[in-house]
């Protein structure tokens, strides 16, 4: 007879990344939504650090995204790598760093500017160096690419406060740019790997050869953008129209990418038509941010369908397969989440694509699309809340 396994130690929370960070990090998103929501009509809740505005693009992504961000790679290292995650007093000691940088932001108390900025930037780079503490036990070096992306953010983190500081728009402009194109490169490496392996695994189809020249331009097309805003962070002036046309490259590569992954056997799958389509709004959001380069619209218009679209409705379809799977549950949709990745998909629309055709409806297009935000998140709380609060149900760990 096989002996029984020890019980788990420590409180399930605690356990693996994925449990405190998807959860405070969609609970954080809600309220800062009601914040800004709040804000669009006059009320202010809040007077956090750097003003409303600073405070929702900095939040967003360095609060929200960031932390959805840390809590998938870390847990996803741990399979990868075959080594112990961050689990028990050290993770909730990176939480706890990452939550005092939100209350604290949110309620400065006179406290330094500096030092806000000092505590902010911690989470990052001690993510990076757990991280990298797996892969490079194992040297499994294709997976170190997520290390400089973590350290990278840390950077535009770094330009958003010290624009803050000393009281200049650029630094707060480019790097909060910097910061989403960053996220949107986790997102289409992560999306890479999973989607055609969710796809032919749910739909017992083979999964499509891979085109080693199609993954390598898809990936480094999206890396010279990245480096291409860098230096525009960093004061280099580029040739005109260098960079949106790398971002159409990059739109182009990975727009044949998700065409060959079987996205039109999805329609049944929340799941997995909820990947396959934020993966689609990372092609719309290139296209739109190198259509934005050349005077047609705001940026920023580009920038919400990369944020909404492809990167916080790929975050809520990814939780939400990842907080099943690794709590012992079977995988599948449940009730309710097909409605939230619809509007998602439909704030994303309203926010940027319809708002660039019709900007005269601006008020009723953010009014909707926050909404739509903060109902899309509270019905992924009311389904997870528990299995990422409670002990798997098959009495394993994690």
Not at 288 to 312: D, K, N, P, Q, S
Request: glycine share 10%; hydrophobic share 60%; with cysteine.
């Amino acid at each position: 007879m096989t002996s029984p396994q020890p019980e788990p130690a420590g409180i399930p929370v605690a356990r693996l990344a994925f449990r405190p960070f998807f959860l405070l990090a969609s609970l954080f998103s809600v309220l800062a939504m009601v914040v800004w929501f709040a804000f669009w009509h006059g009320d202010i809740l809040l007077r956090p650090h750097g003003g409303l505005m600073w405070w929702h693009q900095h939040e967003m992504i360095f609060g929200f995204g960031a932390a959805v961000a840390v809590g998938f790679l870390l847990t996803a290292a741990q399979n990868w790598t075959g080594q112990p995650s961050l689990r028990g007093a050290p993770l909730l000691g990176l939480v706890g760093v990452w939550l005092a940088a939100r209350l604290l932001i949110a309620f400065p108390m006179g406290l330094p500017a500096g030092l806000l900025m000092a505590i902010d930037l911690a989470f990052l780079p001690l993510a990076a160096l757990a991280l990298a503490r797996m892969v490079v036990a194992v040297r499994q070096w294709r997976n170190l690419v997520f290390v400089p992306i973590f350290l990278l953010m840390a950077v535009a983190n770094l330009a958003m406060h010290l624009g803050v500081m000393r009281g200049q728009l650029p630094p707060i402009r480019e790097g909060g740019y910097l910061g989403v194109l960053l996220i949107a490169t986790l997102m289409v490496l992560l999306g890479g790997r999973v989607i055609p392996f969710f796809t032919s695994r749910r739909l017992d189809r083979p999964k499509p050869a891979e085109w080693p020249m199609l993954e390598r331009l898809s990936l480094w097309s999206i890396y010279a953008v990245v480096l291409l805003q860098l230096a525009v962070l960093l004061g280099v002036e580029l040739p005109r129209g260098l960079l949106g046309w790398i971002m159409l490259v990059a739109a182009a590569a990975n727009g044949v990418r998700l065409a060959r992954w079987g996205g039109q056997h999805t329609l049944a799958e929340p799941l997995l038509w909820g990947l396959h389509l934020s993966y689609a709004f990372i092609v719309v959001g290139l296209v739109m941010w190198a259509l934005a380069l050349t005077g047609v619209f705001r940026v920023e218009l580009a920038l919400h369908a990369l944020a909404i679209g492809g990167i916080a409705s790929m975050m809520l379809a990814m939780m939400a397969r990842v907080s099943l799977g690794h709590t012992g549950r079977p995988i599948r949709t449940l009730p309710g989440i097909g409605v939230a990745l619809g509007l998602m998909f439909t704030g994303a629309l309203l926010r940027s694509p319809v708002l660039a055709l019709f900007p005269q409806i601006t008020h009723w297009t953010y009014n909707l699309s926050i909404v739509f935000w903060c109902i899309a998140y509270l019905i992924f709380l009311f389904h997870y809340a528990v299995p990422l609060t409670t002990a798997r149900v098959d009495g394993k760990d994690g």
